[in-house]
């Protein structure tokens, strides 16, 4: 089974579908920083650097599933949310319908913020849910939480809409359910952290000190106060975490208390050991890059379901 990543982004959705078995003929994004990332860990298949509104469907290889985790930022309760007024982002997604349209894979997944299904009172869910029905795909969607169905610590609440061309095996398809989270934040810890990550010689110090007191629990800086995930888990890793000033998700340690590290967030978005970051790229553009990422551990669990369905 062939698969092609579009807004490939460092791969997340290519892990875990290549974990599932599908093959990637075809991986693409348009941030020439992704690609060192991807390129880093993928060597077959490298990403291909294109705005989607060039490429040219007719060059695909052939493959059986779309894969796209299309820009989210147009639909966030944390951005703007313009939806499809918001050009060269929203209106991506017509340019998947094209792809759809002129190509007619077997299969497609889809992913995106949650409140996807609510933005515009529905209406832009509805617009994307009809027209995606009108290529005669029968849909369907779900929104899922990283810590309810990836076993792993962060909560994160995305929607996962998968289509197929056959009805008989969209009513065959189910979503996974729930497992029990058993990892806790500090087995993603990393032993040893460069002192770089730590606040104990910042004037914000004593503003932390007084409110970071757990070591089972991760804190996020607000800009002016301190807020406690009480729940055991991280708040949803986003892609400004890295810039200083907001949503830092932050923890205490033996040596002090610090943000989290590029590797600690890969862990949150149950990437594998194995996978490499580049020491080239500052830790603001891996921030980024994992923020605006996905949790592979719960796009495996979709894609082991999806495989079981077309074969």
């Given at each position: 089974m062939k698969t092609i990543d579009l807004f490939a982004g460092i791969g997340g959705v290519r892990i875990g579908f290549e974990k599932a078995g599908f093959k990637t003929v075809f991986a693409s994004d348009l941030d020439a920083y992704c690609k060192i990332t991807y390129d880093k860990n993928f060597k077959e298949t490298p990403l291909f650097i294109e705005d989607i509104f060039k490429l040219d469907e007719k060059s695909l290889p052939d493959f059986n599933l779309l894969l796209g985790?299309?820009?989210?930022?147009?639909?966030?309760?944390?951005?703007?949310?313009?939806?499809?007024?918001?050009?060269?982002?929203?209106?991506?997604?017509?340019?998947?319908?094209?792809?759809?349209?002129?190509?007619?894979?077997?299969?497609?997944?889809?992913?995106?913020?949650?409140?996807?299904?609510?933005?515009?009172?529905g209406r832009t869910y509805k617009i994307i849910y009809d027209t995606l029905s009108s290529l005669g795909?029968?849909?369907?969607?779900?929104?899922?939480?990283?810590?309810?169905?990836?076993?792993?610590?962060?909560?994160?609440?995305?929607?996962?809409?998968?289509?197929?061309?056959?009805?008989?095996?969209?009513?065959?398809?189910?979503?996974?359910?729930?497992?029990?989270?058993?990892?806790?934040?500090?087995?993603?810890?990393?032993?040893?952290?460069?002192?770089?990550?730590?606040?104990?010689?910042?004037?914000?110090y004593k503003k932390l000190k007084a409110s970071v007191k757990s070591r089972d629990t991760v804190y996020q800086w607000r800009r002016i106060y301190v807020r406690e995930n009480k729940a055991g888990v991280c708040p949803t890793l986003t892609a400004n975490m890295g810039t200083g000033g907001h949503n830092v998700p932050i923890v205490k340690d033996n040596l002090g208390i610090r943000k989290l590290t590029p590797v600690e967030c890969l862990r949150l978005q149950g990437f594998p050991n194995s996978y490499k970051l580049p020491e080239e790229l500052a830790d603001s553009r891996l921030y980024k890059q994992i923020g605006n990422s996905v949790t592979a551990s719960v796009i495996g669990r979709i894609a082991n379901g999806i495989m079981e369905t077309l074969n």
């Open positions: 985790g299309f820009p989210c930022q147009p639909f966030s309760i944390a951005g703007y949310r313009k939806g499809f007024s918001d050009k060269g982002r929203g209106d991506v997604f017509f340019e998947i319908v094209r792809i759809l349209d002129r190509r007619r894979p077997e299969a497609f997944f889809l992913e995106n913020v949650k409140n996807l299904k609510a933005h515009d009172n795909y029968s849909i369907k969607s779900e929104v899922l939480n990283s810590m309810e169905y990836g076993n792993v610590p962060q909560n994160r609440e995305r929607i996962y809409m998968v289509g197929f061309l056959s009805k008989a095996k969209a009513e065959k398809f189910v979503f996974p359910g729930k497992i029990k989270l058993t990892k806790n934040i500090a087995e993603i810890l990393e032993p040893k952290v460069d002192g770089k990550y730590y606040y104990n010689n910042t004037p914000l």
